[in-house]
């Protein structure tokens, strides 16, 4: 086969002149099917930009029904992809057990640079940490101070973990690897520890 066959015309302009006159029927159906009318608007752009792209093959006179299949096939992958992020940020959530007050000697001895080093991340990463690790909030409590989703508050929260992490193990070396609580490293003013 030649990658001529493989290759989508665009719809003629009588197709287009039709889907684009029944704009507001195909909202109303999106609207139904979806959780708001923000959803169903982006849906329908991306379908009709699919559409315009892919669909030159479409009879003119079946490409409202044609579409209307575009549509059905788009809300079914919609809450696809929603299920495959709520099933994402479950996940993520058991990656957040309740929290655990150390003793306060332990609290005392744990490693004094962890909190100057936080400083040198971005202030979301920075933001995000001080909101759900040590003021123990929730990771909606970071969402609504941030204006983000959940979704997007447990994916920062992880990345700011990680990059936390870097940052400990550039800084203390050896200490951050074998847990030395007693942290004499560079960030703190004192030696690197010999772990």
């Not at 990658?3 to 195909?26: D, M, N, W, Y």
């Not at 994402?88 to 744990?110: G, H, K, S």
Request: glycine share 6%; hydrophobic share 35%; aromatic share 6%.
């Amino acid at each position: 086969m030649s990658l001529e066959s493989h290759t989508s015309t665009a719809l003629s302009p009588e197709a287009i002149a039709q889907l684009v006159k029944g704009h507001r029927e195909f909202l109303a159906f999106l609207e139904r099917r979806v959780e708001s009318r923000a959803v169903a608007e982006d849906i329908l752009q991306t379908a009709f930009t699919r559409g315009l792209e892919r669909g030159g093959d479409v009879q003119d006179e079946k490409v409202v029904a044609w579409f209307y299949r575009v549509l059905r096939n788009a809300v079914i992958d919609h809450y696809r992809q929603r299920s495959t992020a709520e099933r994402v940020t479950e996940a993520w959530a058991r990656e957040f057990p309740d929290v655990q007050e150390p003793e306060a000697e332990l609290r005392q001895e744990i490693c004094h640079c962890v909190s100057s080093l936080l400083d040198t991340l971005k202030p979301e990463y920075r933001d995000a940490l001080r909101i759900v690790d040590m003021q123990e909030g929730k990771l909606k409590d970071l969402a609504e101070q941030s204006g983000i989703t959940a979704d997007n508050a447990a994916v920062r929260v992880h990345r700011a973990r990680a990059a936390l992490r870097r940052r400990i193990e550039q800084a203390c070396g050896t200490c951050s690897v074998h847990g030395c609580l007693d942290c004499s490293c560079e960030a703190s003013g004192g030696e690197q520890c010999s772990g």
